[in-house]
């Protein structure tokens, strides 16, 4: 197995010299570079087409959406996957999906279509556009704003204690017995 290998490293740097001959087998001319880049292109390419044409077929699109909505019954569960024994809401839904899904609507006038049908509580989550991105950006926009106050805070507070500390470094020293002198006077009763 490693015949061919060991007959490369020593043809021209000898039989020791590995880190030489190494580099060299790593180290391709530009021409074949330019092939492998081809290569792990065309590569690339058909990954990204499997990956884009996995998600085309009807079904993954119905469970895509039937798991983009809840079931209205009460339950609080994900469309296609409420168990309820006997649920009349679910059926229901899960018929009118396959009806938009075949109607040839797009997604989101399928959601909304739902959502104007049963309101907005039948979203799993709310549809991007309009006054739906406030959910979206809001709780983000609460946690940056509040890391930066928490952190102007905190240097506001290290700011004062330095300032308080410069204040009473500069004022009157007193000896260590004068000091014990003027604490116990403050302490009786």
């Not at 015949?3 to 087998?25: I, K, N, Q, Y």
């Not at 690339?44 to 959406?65: H, I, N, Q, T, Y």
């Not at 470094?169 to 260590?176: D, K, Q």
Request: aromatic share 8%; hydrophobic share 45%; with cysteine.
């Amino acid at each position: 197995m490693f015949e061919g290998f060991v007959a490369r490293l020593s043809c021209r740097t000898g039989p020791l010299c590995v880190g030489r001959a190494f580099r060299a087998l790593c180290t391709p001319s530009v021409a074949a570079s330019d092939g492998r880049f081809r290569r792990f292109a065309g590569a690339g390419l058909v990954c990204l087409l499997a990956v884009v044409m996995l998600g085309a077929s009807p079904d993954a699109r119905f469970e895509k959406m039937g798991h983009e909505m809840i079931c209205t019954c009460g339950c609080g569960q994900i469309l296609l996957e409420c168990n309820h024994v006997g649920c009349p809401v679910s059926p229901v839904m899960i018929s009118e999906l396959h009806a938009q899904i075949d109607g040839g609507g797009s997604n989101t006038s399928i959601f909304n279509w739902f959502a104007a049908k049963y309101g907005a509580i039948v979203l799993a989550s709310p549809i991007r556009g309009g006054f739906d991105n406030v959910a979206w950006v809001a709780p983000m926009a609460v946690f940056l704003l509040a890391t930066i106050g928490t952190g102007f805070l905190v240097r506001m507070w290290s700011l004062r204690s330095r300032q308080r500390g410069a204040a009473s470094s500069a004022g009157p020293v007193m000896a260590g017995d004068a000091m014990r002198e003027r604490i116990r006077r403050e302490t009786e009763y």
